[in-house]
């Protein structure tokens, strides 16, 4: 079942939501050749238990760590380790949630580790645009795989592909919450948007097919063909007056 938030809902998702932003942000800051991803992650757990949040991620069906950071060919749900070491040109998706007050918030961006090729700052730019373009979409009776294929639309015109064994996903008071959300479809198809649904939309984008394999940690999904991939993550509140975008610093 799809749970309508009221305003005062939303409010406590944005408060949850502003907290992974700011947290992102400190991250972004952290990005440098030379520093684990233990390091990040560290960082990222001391400020969100430090204001009195829960990072969402450990523990859930037992992942191990506050962050999911997933470097070049890795897509999502990489898991940060002492021994992984950043290095110049390389791309990181950070992902974050936490659990603040019962209300959980979820974003992710993609960052470049110093100065990156062309094909991956492309990737970045893309992949960044086309959840612009989902978001914009995100009207009440609009449908939900006009979100999915504007994605999809802007991916695939820029020669990238889309992962599909990962989607977005409705959030709450659950991290993840129905609707399932894919990164393709077909317009004017899928579920009648409301307001008062709340929408964590992530596209992967991958520079090759968008095949997938999981390593055998149980957890990292990579690319097959061991290509570049990104990865943005936004929740949002649908409303009357359209998308309003929860994981941000802004107003
Ligand atoms: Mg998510």
Redesign the pocket.
């Known amino acids: 079942m799809i749970v309508l938030r009221s305003r005062r809902e939303i409010e406590k998702l944005k408060a949850a939501n502003r907290m992974v932003a700011e947290v992102l942000e400190l991250l972004k800051k952290s990005v440098r050749p030379g520093i684990s991803t233990a390091a990040l992650d560290k960082i990222a757990e001391e400020e969100i238990v430090g204001r009195g949040a829960r990072p969402a991620f450990k523990g859930y069906a037992g992942f191990p760590a506050t962050l999911c950071t997933s470097i070049n060919h890795e897509i999502v749900h990489g898991i940060p380790s002492r021994k992984r070491k950043l290095k110049e040109g390389d791309i990181i998706s950070i992902d974050v949630g936490v659990c603040l007050d019962g209300y959980y918030g979820?974003a992710a961006i993609t960052v470049p580790v110093g100065k990156i090729s062309n094909v991956a700052r492309n990737l970045l730019e893309v992949t960044r645009v086309s959840l612009e373009k989902a978001i914009a979409r995100a009207w009440p009776g609009e449908r939900l795989h006009t979100l999915s294929y504007s994605v999809q639309e802007h991916a695939e015109k820029n020669g990238f592909s889309v992962v599909r064994d990962f989607v977005?996903?409705g959030i709450g008071t659950e991290l993840h919450e129905p609707p399932q959300i894919p990164n393709y479809g077909r317009p004017g198809t899928g579920l009648l948007l409301k307001s008062g649904m709340v929408l964590?939309i992530?596209p992967m984008i991958n520079q090759g097919s968008w095949e997938v394999d999981v390593l055998a940690d149980g957890w990292t999904a990579v690319t097959r063909d061991r290509k570049l991939s990104a990865h943005f993550?936004h929740t949002i509140a649908i409303t009357d007056d359209g998308p309003e975008i929860l994981s941000t610093l802004e107003d």
């Open positions: 979820d977005g996903h964590a992530e993550e």
